[in-house]
């Protein structure tokens, strides 16, 4: 009937359009990737993270739960926000092909992981830290203001 084929139809699209991101890492290799599978396709991109081997649970996507792996765990899940994110910005302007996602992977890999673009935020963080104590100093008790120089002097270090 009519219904059965538009439910089909709506069913097919649906499916055509889900996106399925897993993180995974290779057999006998300490890095992680992206599995990407939407619209028909499939890419798998480095995310530059390493992981000790046996210590990656591919059923929840996590490192073991250490008090050093919740940083990566949060790294983890960064990039799957991101990813999925950018995927979709590249779906609702009508520009997904694997090219794409993969320069978008890379441009978020390079926001996420890489030490230049890291220290840029880091010194962005400083300058406004001096900023604020330099808005605060005229309403904030001159103890406030000495512990906020040595949390920047800490930062700095």
């Not at 028909?40 to 792996?69: C, Y």
């Not at 092909?97 to 935020?121: A, C, G, M, Y």
């Amino acid at each position: 009937t009519f219904l059965d084929t538009l439910s089909k139809h709506i069913n097919n699209y649906i499916n055509e359009n889900q996106m399925k991101l897993k993180i995974r890492q290779k057999a006998q290799k300490n890095y992680l990737y992206a599995d990407l599978n939407i619209s028909g396709l499939r890419v798998k991109s480095t995310l530059g993270i390493s992981v000790g081997a046996g210590k990656f649970n591919p059923k929840t996507e996590q490192v073991t739960d250490t008090a050093d792996d919740i940083e990566v765990n949060q790294l983890i899940n960064a990039f799957k926000i991101e990813i999925q994110r950018a995927v979709r910005t590249l779906q609702s302007n009508q520009n997904l092909s694997t090219q794409t996602v993969k320069q978008e992977i890379e441009r978020i890999k390079s926001e996420l992981t890489d030490p230049e673009h890291i220290i840029e935020e880091e010194i962005y963080l400083i300058q406004y830290g001096k900023k604020h104590i330099a808005r605060s100093s005229a309403t904030k008790k001159r103890s406030t203001i000495i512990q906020y120089q040595n949390c920047l002097n800490h930062l700095t270090e």
